[in-house]
């Protein structure tokens, strides 16, 4: 395979900057190679206008990222990451719903405060006033972005079966 399609594949697909000798050793090429893929990869997305950029963040590691100017617009159609704490708080409300703040915070601990503000600015999550508490339901970005039903019975049964690995 191709050392250039390699290394640019290699930082395509990182979530977070990757140093020349990690894209090296994946193209099979001497770190002094990669390094000039990568220049070249640099240039060539910089002659063509491109909204792709390849930055070097330090002196050994590089990212790939949209331009700082399209980063806004990028981001409307981008998938967030969810982080581990998020998604256990997160499971809690869509097995659960409708389920009150007050109950997720009694099994995920006062982090789920933080937690539910976050989702919610995600659009994972709704809430509306119940009592001296909120009560808590899962949105349609939420069913999208995981591939499940929008339909709230079918979608606990679809995580039930995705928690206990059977189909």
Same mark, same amino acid.
């Given at each position: ?5 390699? @290394?640019?594949?290699? !930082?395509?697909? /990182?979530?977070? $900057?990757?140093?020349?000798?990690? =894209?090296?050793? =994946? +193209? ?12 070249? !990869?640099?240039?060539? #997305? /910089?002659?063509?206008?491109? +909204? @792709? ?6 002196? &050994?590691? #590089?990212?790939?990222?949209?331009? $700082?100017? !399209? ?18 708080? *997160?499971?809690?409300?869509? *097995? ?14 006062? /982090?789920? #405060? +933080?937690? @539910?503000?976050? =989702?919610? %600015? ?6 509306? $006033?119940?009592?001296?508490? %909120?009560? !808590? ?14 339909? =709230?019975? &079918?979608?606990?049964?679809? @995580? +039930? ?7």
């Amino acid at each position: 395979m191709e050392a250039k399609r390699v @290394i640019e594949a290699g !930082l395509f697909l /990182s979530s977070e $900057p990757v140093s020349a000798g990690r =894209l090296a050793e =994946l +193209a099979g090429v001497e770190r002094e190679e990669a390094l000039r893929i990568i220049r070249k !990869l640099r240039e060539e #997305y /910089s002659a063509r206008g491109s +909204a @792709i950029q390849i930055v070097q963040v330090d002196e &050994e590691r #590089y990212v790939m990222q949209v331009m $700082p100017e !399209l980063a806004e617009l990028a981001g409307e159609v981008a998938k967030p990451e969810v982080g581990r704490d998020l998604l256990k708080t *997160l499971a809690v409300i869509a *097995l659960r719903q409708p389920v009150t703040q007050a109950e997720v915070v009694r099994m995920r601990g006062t /982090s789920a #405060y +933080a937690h @539910i503000k976050e =989702l919610v %600015r995600m659009g994972f999550v709704d809430t509306a $006033p119940a009592g001296r508490t %909120r009560m !808590l339901t899962t949105t349609p970005k939420f069913a999208d972005y995981f591939g499940l039903s929008r339909n =709230l019975e &079918e979608q606990k049964k679809q @995580i +039930a079966r995705m928690l206990t690995g059977s189909r």
